[in-house]
């Protein structure tokens, strides 16, 4: 049986080695997504100067009226809500930082769902 201690060692170490590979700069700024057991969060941040240029969450208001959750749907949601966004900033280009997850499920959906307004990964 594992501990809850060495399964957070395990997942921080594995979010350590996918950071270590993606670093998000002005140009391409790194996309990162978190997704609690209620509801999903997003962001793209810029790590040369530490500023986060766009952000938003299933608590906004308008996605909360579509009651977007953190399942499959309300990542699509998300996704598209977020792309949309990014495109209004002028982020055309990003680099997706996965965090400890693997790509599937709620990730692939929100990956896809940006990649159909023309952001490339």
Same mark, same amino acid.
């Given at each position: 049986?594992?501990?809850?201690?060495?399964?957070?060692?395990?997942?921080?170490?594995?979010?350590?080695?996918?950071?270590?590979?993606?670093?998000?700069?002005?140009?391409?700024?790194?996309?990162?997504?978190?997704?609690?057991?209620?509801?999903?969060?997003?962001?793209?941040?810029?790590?040369?100067?530490?500023?986060?240029?766009?952000?938003?969450?299933?608590?906004?208001?308008?996605?909360?009226?579509?009651?977007?959750?953190?399942?499959?749907? #309300? *990542? +699509?949601?998300?996704?598209?809500?977020?792309?949309?966004? %990014?495109? @209004?900033?002028?982020?055309? !280009?990003?680099? /997706?930082?996965? #965090? *400890? +997850?693997?790509?599937?499920?709620?990730?692939?959906?929100? %990956?896809? @769902?940006?990649?159909?307004? !023309?952001?490339? /990964?």
């Amino acid at each position: 049986m594992v501990n809850l201690s060495d399964k957070q060692v395990v997942t921080q170490r594995r979010h350590w080695r996918v950071r270590r590979k993606v670093e998000g700069s002005a140009d391409r700024p790194r996309l990162s997504l978190h997704f609690s057991h209620k509801h999903g969060y997003a962001q793209c941040v810029d790590d040369n100067t530490g500023r986060t240029l766009v952000a938003l969450s299933t608590l906004d208001k308008s996605l909360k009226e579509q009651s977007a959750k953190a399942n499959v749907a #309300g *990542a +699509r949601l998300l996704g598209d809500a977020f792309g949309k966004k %990014a495109i @209004a900033c002028g982020i055309s !280009k990003v680099v /997706f930082d996965r #965090g *400890a +997850r693997q790509y599937h499920g709620v990730l692939c959906a929100f %990956a896809d @769902a940006v990649r159909s307004h !023309k952001i490339d /990964f």
